[in-house]
């Protein structure tokens, strides 16, 4: 029997999410509130350091293919030892219905560490653009598989306007290409999990680093649980690691934190 494609249904809730927000903030309303904001942290320049592996932390209470992660989900506690494990970037899960998130969660982890925050989320349209510049983003996360290569092209040309960076995430060669042709594209995340199925498979990353160009940041997300795994992405070359699920089901998360990184 078939799987059910888990991102059809995400994508599905997420359209009517969009038209919800849009009635209780209209795009107008929303694009003056972005006006004269304090400027955004700096993503890139946290997570690409010379010989060494950055981590981009992240904050998910909750996933598809896990269910609950963390029962006693705290933010504070969470985002407090993330900022005690030293870690160089934030990503926050902002998807209601299938990962527990809530756009609020941005600008509450950003009142509580001084790392740039990523908002790791559907999106698919300009208006989610706005939203996480008003709620506090200093970067978004970008899925090429959802996004025509127009609409790549509109979302990181506004993303860059409202002074945002943006991670363009891959998960095939097919959408690798697509997102090489955008020369504007610096910051490329690989996911070793397949969005439809919702499997890992660490040999993504093997298939795909080898054709990305040496210029461009390389993030690898998803099936990271040792220190092992980390050592063989640096080894290969990676910039960054995304890694949340080994972090928010353990019990102590800056020891976890720690233990994976070699920190």
């Not at 494609?5 to 209209?26: C, G, S, T």
């Not at 070793?192 to 298939?207: G, I, Y």
């Not at 649980?225 to 910039?239: M, P």
Request: aromatic residues 6%.
């Amino acid at each position: 029997m078939k799987k059910p494609d888990i991102l059809k249904e995400i994508i599905q809730k997420k359209k009517e999410k969009i038209v919800l927000a849009r009635q209780l903030l209209p795009e107008e309303d929303l694009k003056a509130k972005v006006q004269g904001l304090a400027p955004t942290r700096p993503f890139l320049e946290a997570i690409h350091k010379p010989r060494v592996i950055s981590l981009i932390a992240e904050i998910k209470k909750a996933s598809p293919s896990r269910g609950t992660i963390r029962e006693n989900f705290n933010l504070a506690q969470v985002a407090s030892a993330y900022k005690e494990a030293g870690v160089q970037a934030i990503s926050v899960l902002t998807e209601e219905d299938y990962f527990g998130g809530n756009i609020s969660y941005l600008n509450e982890a950003k009142t509580l560490i001084d790392t740039p925050v990523l908002r790791k989320d559907f999106i698919l349209e300009p208006y989610q653009v706005y939203e996480s510049r008003y709620f506090g983003a200093d970067a978004i996360l970008l899925i090429a598989d959802l996004l025509t290569q127009e609409k790549l092209l509109e979302l990181t040309e506004l993303t860059c306007g409202l002074g945002m960076e943006y991670l363009v995430e891959v998960h095939t060669e097919k959408e690798l290409k697509k997102v090489l042709k955008l020369k504007s594209v610096n910051l490329i995340g690989i996911n070793n999990r397949d969005l439809h199925t919702l499997e890992v498979d660490f040999k993504t990353t093997e298939k795909l680093f080898p054709l990305i160009p040496r210029d461009k940041v390389v993030v690898i997300e998803s099936g990271i649980k040792s220190h092992q795994d980390v050592l063989f992405l640096k080894i290969l070359g990676v910039s960054a690691v995304l890694v949340g699920e080994t972090f928010m089901q353990a019990p102590d998360i800056k020891k976890k934190v720690e233990e994976v990184m070699g920190w």
